[in-house]
Nanobody, 124 residues
Framework: QVQLVESGGGLVQAGGSLRLSCAAS????????MGWFRQAPGKEREFAAA????????YYADSVKGRFTISRDNAKKTVYLQMNSLKPEDTAVYYC?????????????????WGQGTQVTVSS
């Protein structure tokens, strides 16, 4: 397990931007593929984006593609989620997690070491 701490959430108007950060405790962070998920009230946790350990490959859910960008800084042991053109339907608690299966999965069951989450609220 890896300890992950998300930050950067907040209240923003539709069309605005936020950058989320996820800081990891593990010295081996640079070996892990990482992902961002979100969960709105009354809904299941859903995949948003993921990034390979090297940072060279990323993939996104269709709902965020073109608006969100995942990146990482292995020296800082941190993964980021830049969110632009935010919509009210992006309102959710956002979580980062470590991938434990082959790169390319979007299933929550294929990730572990979930952080506590950070709330993102987008007003219309």
């Amino acid at each position: 397990q890896v300890q992950l701490v998300e930050s950067g959430g907040g209240l923003v108007q539709a069309g605005g931007s936020l950058r989320l950060s996820c800081a990891a405790s593990a010295r081996t962070f640079s070996l892990y593929n990482m992902g961002w998920f979100r969960q709105a009230p009354g809904k299941e946790r859903e995949f948003a984006a993921a990034i390979r350990w090297s940072g060279e490959d990323t993939y996104y859910a269709d709902s965020v593609k073109g608006r969100f960008t995942i990146s990482r800084d292995n020296a800082k042991k941190t993964v980021y989620l830049q969110m632009n053109s935010l919509k009210p339907e992006d309102t959710a608690v956002y979580y980062c997690a470590r991938a434990v299966r082959s790169f390319g999965s979007s299933a929550p069951a294929d990730f572990d070491s979930w952080g506590q989450g950070t709330q993102v609220t987008v007003s219309s």
